[in-house]
C-alpha cells in the first residue's frame, strides 16, 4: 500500500512529468436497467442477454457492450495509482537488496553456506542482520494486509499463499535462530523482485521498448535464482547438508516443507513468466506494432468495432485513462 507522503511528494510528481495523467476512467452513461444486470447478474453478459438487452433499450448491442467496458473500467484503479504502487514496491526491492548483499558480502555463510550450520544453535545475532529480518518482515506483513486494499490481481490467491509462506518462513527461522540461512533466501528473492516493478513503472509510463527489455531481463533472473540457485543451492543445504552437520532436529520437516511449498510456487510462477515472455519476444518481431490501449488481457472484445459505435467519442479514452499500458504488455496485469 502506497504510504501518504511519499505517494504525494515523491511518485506522484514523478508520474506526471513522464505525462501520466491525474484523472479517473471514464463515467459510463447512467443507465439503471444496466446497472441493475452489472451489480445483480454478471459483468460480462452473453450475446443472448446483449441482444434482449438491445431490445428492451432501443440500444443496438456494441453499444451495450461499450457502456459494459466502460462500467467495469470504473471499477479499476487509474494509471497513476498503478504507478505509484509500483514505486514504493521498486523503492523497497532495490533498497532492501543493495543493503542484503551489502551485508551478505562479508558474511562468511555468504561464500561457504555450510557456514549456516556451524554451532547451530550458538550463533550470534549482529545488529545488522537484526534490522534486515525485521524491515523484510514489516514489508510482508504490509503486504499481506494491503493486498486486500491494493490493486486485485488475477493471482491473488497464489499470492497469499505467498505472503503466507514468506512470512511463516521469517518468523520460523527468526525463533529457531536460522538466520543465515535466512538472510541468504531472502535476498535470492529480492534479485528479481525490483526488475518486475521496474518493468511495469516503464509499463505505465508507455516506454514499450524499455518495459519489454526490463521484463525479459526480470524473466531471465528469476529462472536462474528460483529455478537454479534456490533449488540447487538453498535446497540441498536445509535437505541435506543441515542434516550430516547438525543431525535430525524437530523443526527440519517444518522448514523443509515451506522452502518446498516456496519451489512449487516458483515452478508455477516461471511458467507463466516463460509463456508471457516468449510472446513478448515474438510481438517484438513484428514491423507494424498493432497493439492497443484496451482494457485488460483477458477481454476478448473487439476494441476497433466498439470504437466506431455511437459511444465512439469516450470509448478509447476510457480505456487509456484506466491502463495506461499497451495491450500487448498485459503482463503487468498478470
Avoid at 433499450?57 to 504502487?85: A, S
Avoid at 509500483?86 to 523497497?92: E, K, N, Q, V
Avoid at 537484526?130 to 510482508?140: C, D, G, K, S
Amino acid at each position: 500500500m502506497m504510504k501518504p507522503r511519499p505517494k504525494r511528494f515523491i511518485a506522484k510528481p514523478c508520474a506526471l512529468r513522464i505525462g501520466i495523467e491525474d484523472s479517473g476512467p471514464y463515467q459510463a452513461q447512467p443507465n439503471a436497467i444496466l446497472e441493475k444486470v452489472f451489480i445483480s447478474i454478471t459483468k460480462y453478459p452473453d450475446k443472448k442477454r446483449l441482444e434482449g438487452l438491445s431490445k428492451q433499450l432501443d440500444w443496438n448491442v456494441r453499444k451495450i457492450q461499450c457502456w459494459f467496458r466502460h462500467r467495469r473500467n470504473q471499477d479499476k484503479p487509474p494509471t497513476l495509482t498503478k504507478f505509484c504502487e509500483s514505486m514504493w514496491r521498486f523503492t523497497f526491492y532495490l533498497c532492501i537488496f543493495y543493503y542484503g548483499i551489502r551485508f551478505l558480502w562479508s558474511s562468511p555463510w555468504f561464500w561457504d553456506i555450510r557456514q549456516c550450520w556451524h554451532n547451530y544453535p550458538f550463533q550470534p545475532l549482529s545488529s545488522g542482520l537484526y534490522y534486515y529480518y525485521i524491515m523484510e518482515l514489516a514489508f510482508y506483513w504490509s503486504l499481506m494486509f494491503s493486498q486486500f486494499t491494493d490493486i486485485k490481481r488475477k493471482d491473488f490467491l497464489i499470492m497469499f499463499v505467498h505472503h503466507l509462506v514468506t512470512i511463516g518462513l521469517i518468523s520460523f527461522s527468526y525463533i529457531n535462530n536460522m538466520v543465515r540461512v535466512g538472510t541468504l533466501i531472502m535476498c535470492l528473492h529480492d534479485v528479481s523482485d525490483f526488475l518486475l516493478e521496474a518493468a511495469k513503472l516503464a509499463n505505465y509510463a508507455k516506454y514499450q521498448r524499455l518495459c519489454d527489455t526490463l521484463f525479459v531481463i526480470f524473466s531471465a533472473v528469476f529462472m536462474v535464482t528460483r529455478l537454479g540457485i534456490y533449488p540447487f543451492w538453498i535446497l540441498n543445504t536445509t535437505l541435506f547438508e543441515s542434516w550430516e552437520i547438525i543431525g535430525p532436529y524437530a523443526s527440519w520437516w517444518l522448514l523443509n516443507g515451506l522452502l518446498l511449498t516456496l519451489q512449487v510456487l516458483h515452478v508455477i510462477w516461471s511458467y507463466l513468466i516463460a509463456r508471457i515472455a516468449l510472446k513478448a519476444l515474438i510481438r517484438g518481431k513484428v514491423s507494424k506494432d498493432d497493439r492497443s490501449d484496451v482494457e485488460s488481457s483477458s477481454e476478448e472484445e473487439d476494441v476497433t468495432t466498439c470504437t466506431k459505435s455511437p459511444c465512439d467519442s469516450s470509448s478509447s479514452n476510457g480505456a487509456n485513462r484506466v491502463n495506461g499500458h499497451m495491450g500487448g504488455s498485459y503482463w503487468a496485469e498478470e
